[in-house]
């Protein structure tokens, strides 16, 4: 639904959904890529410490892993009320 389709968002209060809408999508759509290119590298930084020193540098490794979902699953949060925010939920 946009959010100039009801009686509710005419004029200045429609506009101003219009625009917070369509803030609220880019920045949360950013901060959303943003956190799975980080979470992504996080990852691969943590498979390639433990592929490079076997068992020995697992830990770190997984710790690293665990480092890039953490930030990942924390953006897509923040980015999913953002996001929210902008359609006045």
């Known amino acids: 639904m946009s959010p100039l389709d009801s009686n509710e968002n005419n004029g ?3 506009a101003a959904k ?4 369509t803030i609220g999508n880019t ?3 950013l901060g959303a890529t943003v956190g799975g290119v980080v979470g992504a590298g996080g990852r691969g930084l943590g498979q390639t410490v433990t592929g490079a020193t076997g068992s020995a540098g697992k830990p770190v490794g997984d710790a690293l892993e665990s480092l890039g979902n953490g930030v990942e699953n924390g953006a897509k949060s923040v980015s999913k009320g953002v996001e929210d925010a902008g359609k006045w939920k």
């Open 12 to 14: 200045v209060t429609g």
């Open 18 to 21: 219009f625009v917070t809408s």
């Open 27 to 29: 920045v949360g759509g």
